[in-house]
């Protein structure tokens, strides 16, 4: 089967991407047949983000090729111009950002969980022998400590 997927390429933390027509088999960064575009999305304000070749894109299509999720929706971006592309950048950086409070939400969550049963664990220990401490005094007769005599 054929792919129209994205291809890794750029070094760490800077990814740059090339929209590839390859066998669903081969590995992403692999073996392709045709290269029908590219993405960069850490490009600057001002320089090429996006270019797609759309009549090869449409020839594959019509052979057969599915799209991937993410380049179905390059796509579509695409045909919507650089608006789209500035959209789904911002719909992007929201949605991280989103995740990033969430998680942290969770952690706080997690941590006054943790010291909230710390405390419940803590506090019967402590209310169980209040409860027998006067039946012990009760049973027990009070017995006065003998006097000493400091006369010399």
């Known amino acids: 089967m054929v792919v129209i997927r994205l291809s890794r390429g750029g070094s760490k933390k800077r990814p740059y991407f090339n929209v590839v027509v390859a066998e669903s088999s081969k590995k992403r960064d692999g073996r392709f047949i045709e290269r029908v575009g590219f993405y960069n999305p850490s490009a600057r304000e001002g320089s090429e983000t996006l270019r797609l070749v759309s009549e090869r894109i449409e020839y594959w299509q019509s ?23 500035v959209a789904m950048k911002k719909k992007d950086e929201a949605k991280a950002l989103a995740r990033k409070n969430k998680k942290a939400a969770d952690k706080a969550t997690k941590v006054e969980e943790a010291l909230s049963s710390e405390e419940e664990a803590a506090a019967p220990k402590e209310e169980a022998p209040k409860e027998e401490a006067p039946k012990e005094e009760a049973a027990a007769p009070k017995e006065e400590a003998p006097k000493e005599a400091d006369d010399k």
Request: net charge positive.
């Open 63 to 85: 052979n057969g090729a599915q799209l991937s999720e993410t380049v179905n929706r390059i796509v579509k971006l695409n045909a919507k111009g650089p608006d789209g592309l």
